[in-house]
């Protein structure tokens, strides 16, 4: 037999197996965040049958190595194990998520959007999108009128929040939600871009709504 016609036996015994697989490249990794309402489980091999090595919770950080049949490899613990890929987020969403998280500790001045120098909240969040290719305006109201409206309930990471923090009725702030009740936004009154969480009585009582910008 032919080494062409080899290949193709070969090929088509995989495809009839049913295996499709997905691979990075030779030393790179695909960035991704799990999108779970609570914990999603990490197995030993791309399937529900194989054992449980550990959990991840929302918002969490991997790096995929490949993907197989739905499920991504990544590493683990300093080992490979696999998460099935319908929990798992790539493409804008890491890549607005790690934009806003690189901003970290940088002051909060008003008016603000200049990467490590000085941010307002929709100075960071206009930052961190336009990392991804999405224009936003300078204005934590009008950013509101982006994307489409996600329950509070149903939030993944990147969606946009917003808050009313005067008491008036009107969106006063905005912040990018990155998974576990937890948010990146540039605070005023901390005086830099700092984490923050929407359980605590504050942010609970004057968030407002969530838009969603990418499908």
Known sequence: MSKFKRFITIALAILSAG?????????????????VGTSLNVRSAGSTTASVV???????????????????????????????????????????????????GVPYVYGGATPYSAFDCSGLTMYAYSKAGI???????LQANYGWAVSRYALRPGDLLFFDTSGKGTITHC????????????????????K?????????????????LIA
């Not at 923050?196 to 969603?212: D, E, I, Q």
């Open 19 to 35: 295996i499709f697989t997905v691979s990075a490249s030779a030393g790179s990794t695909t960035p991704g965040l799990i999108s």
């Open 196 to 212: 923050a969480n929407l359980t605590t009585s504050y942010w609970a009582n004057s968030f407002v709504t969530a838009r969603r």
């Open 135 to 141: 224009s936003l305006p300078h204005s934590s109201a």
């Open 54 to 104: 550990g959990t991840l919770y929302d918002g969490a950080h991997v790096s995929i190595l490949s993907t197989v049949n739905g499920w991504d490899q990544i590493t683990y613990n300093g080992r490979t194990a696999w998460v099935s890929a319908k929990y798992v987020l790539t493409g804008k969403v890491p890549t607005v998520v790690f934009a806003a998280e690189s901003q970290l």
């Open 175 to 194: 912040g990018i939600y990155l998974g576990s009740n937890v948010f990146i936004n540039a605070q005023s009154g901390a005086g830099k871009v700092m």
